[in-house]
């Protein structure tokens, strides 16, 4: 879990420092010695930055160079409206099923807010931190609307390789249970779930529920 960094290297962990590389195959194979049974799989966020999606592409292909499984990688997906690039997105989705796995999303949400700067000092100015919480009482149809196509769009994605995607996990469940509510800055509220604060269906989600029970 959470092993690479963006340029394709390995996170100095205490794992690392310890065995090196060797970790994680290690990992993997005293997991499948405990019990042949076990799904294997490699979990990190941010999948869709290149340097990362060639480092765990050298794993996978490493790992089964050396004749130890691995069923699936994890995309943690948590998303946003400028975030990920779809078509680098997809090329990580098409690239770790090319290495012979399967897909799990599995910590899915995409903020409605605006990015935070986290080179900025969030505490600097009561402005600032206005910018960054712009709808504190209802998100506007506009970006619902923009949100909830943003949303279509991912799922038409995992529509597409769908015999590869073997589970989409989301991040909570309404939006009142999202972690990035009061991040990172208090009283922050977002929109990020599937289901809004009061326990509704999002329309992205009502509509694929319809077109299923059609």
Known sequence: NEAI?????YRNSDFYKIMGEEFIPWAFQCANEADPDLELYYNDYGMAVPGRREGVVRLI????ERGIRIDAVGLQSHMGMDHPDWDEFEL???SYIECGVDIQFTEVDMSALPSVNYGANVSDTE???ESLNPYKDALPDSVSAEWNA???TFMAL???YSDHVKRVTAWGVTDADSWKNDWPIPGRTDYCLWFDRQGNLKPFLQKRLDAAKQ
Do not use: F, P, T, W
């Open 150 to 152: 943003r949303m279509e």
């Open 158 to 160: 995992v529509d597409k």
């Open 5 to 9: 960094v963006e340029d394709g290297s």
């Open 127 to 129: 402005e600032y931190q």
């Open 61 to 64: 292909k490493n790992l089964k």
């Open 92 to 94: 990580s989705m098409k």
